[in-house]
């Protein structure tokens, strides 16, 4: 998944992911290819 500027998970993701930002909720899991400029956990 391509995402051109923030991308927001609050569940499950796999697989590859690129974005300008990344941010992941409190119940959030992000696995795979990951490719952002920064990231950030909501808690």
């Not at 609050?10 to 590859?16: N, P, R, S």
């Not at 795979?32 to 990231?39: E, L, N, P, R």
């Amino acid at each position: 998944m391509s995402v051109p500027g923030c991308a927001s998970v609050d569940g499950k993701f796999e697989g590859v992911l690129k974005a300008k930002s990344l941010i992941v909720g409190q119940w959030g899991y992000v696995t795979g290819q990951i490719s952002v400029d920064t990231a950030a956990a909501r808690i």
